[in-house]
């Protein structure tokens, strides 16, 4: 724990499972090496890794070499002026590569991710925004921060469930962020971000509780046919149904739970309607201050590297829960 912003996620490490047989070990190698290599070259583009063409190729290029696909958006950016406030479900430290790799955006994380191993020197790299959730003093001068980024058109990432889940329907959303988007009156971009394995839900991403990065590199190296799904739902503004907070939030976290995977989804209320929907749902719950929380076939991936294995020989003890 790290402050009173944190939040506490029921999930372990053993919700982690592969939803289909591992890969032969030849298989982990060579994809650990070509991790490695890529990783290495992704670090040496220095400051010049913020630029959003080779930011989006590098995530990308890691996601590749993992063996992982990406499918769906196209973009998360809705239309022209402010930027746009990104909020996804959070499942897994891939789940920041996935979204760059569909639209380099900046990232909100707390700092302490700035020194995770290979996640934390990309992170510093690409320009993402750290806050310091130890202190809820913080919490206005943060929210503005974000306002201002919005402000200036940059669009900007959050995980509002504030910590990580082995599945989408879990996790309530902290509403703070979600303030600066009414602030700089900038769209909300709901995203569901779903793992399969050959068209199985999956949760051998998951990256819940005390896991460490060097046994969840592991297992992402060992799954079969993984494929992270990117669903961008309709864009929300502050216009649909003179929102606050509150509602915006909910809204959200309904269109992220209502896009997993399905044959034919039935149609979704108007904005406004569900908005009338989250007020008479919400009227009498006492409110509470919230807190921010951090279709194609990738590309080929770069020749392999090295021999030697990219994972260290102790488990790294960090934590996955972010804002």
């Known amino acids: 724990m790290n402050g009173p912003w944190d939040v506490s996620s029921d999930c372990t490490p053993d919700c982690a499972a592969h939803a289909l047989p591992r890969v032969p070990a030849t298989v982990v190698a060579r994809r650990g090496a070509v991790f490695a290599h890529t990783v290495r070259r992704a670090l040496t583009d220095g400051t010049r890794l913020a630029d959003p063409v080779r930011l989006r190729g590098h995530a990308a290029a890691l996601l590749d070499a993992l063996g992982i696909r990406i499918e769906g958006a196209a973009a998360l950016r809705a239309g022209d002026g402010p930027g746009t406030l990104v909020v996804a479900n959070h499942i897994s430290w891939l789940d920041i590569l996935a979204l760059l790799a569909v639209e380099p955006v900046t990232l909100l994380a707390k700092r302490e991710v700035g ?112 494929t992270i799904r990117v669903t961008a739902h309709p864009a929300l503004t502050a216009a649909d149904g003179d929102l606050d907070r509150r509602e915006l939030a909910a809204l959200a976290a309904r269109a992220v739970r209502g896009g997993q995977l399905s044959p034919s989804p039935s149609p979704s209320p108007s904005p406004a309607a569900a908005a009338v929907a989250v007020r008479r749902a919400s009227a009498a719950a006492a409110p509470v201050l919230s807190a921010p929380a951090p279709s194609a076939r990738i590309p080929s991936a770069p020749a392999p590297a090295p021999p030697h294995s990219p994972l260290p020989d102790t488990p790294l003890r960090d934590t996955p829960a972010h804002v």
């Open 115 to 226: 020194g995770w191993p290979v996640v934390g020197g990309l992170a510093r790299r690409a320009g993402t925004h750290f806050i310091d959730r130890t202190n809820p003093r913080r919490l206005p001068d943060s929210v503005r921060q974000v306002a201002e980024l919005l402000g200036s058109g940059r669009s900007v990432a959050v995980f509002p469930q504030a910590t990580t889940w082995c599945t989408a329907e879990q996790g309530a959303f902290r509403r703070a962020t979600f303030q600066a988007a009414l602030d700089a009156g900038a769209p909300v971009r709901p995203v569901t971000l779903d793992y399969t394995q050959q068209g199985l839900p999956s949760t051998v991403a998951a990256f819940c509780g005390e896991d460490t990065f060097a046994g969840s590199l592991r297992r992402v190296l060992a799954a079969r046919g993984l």
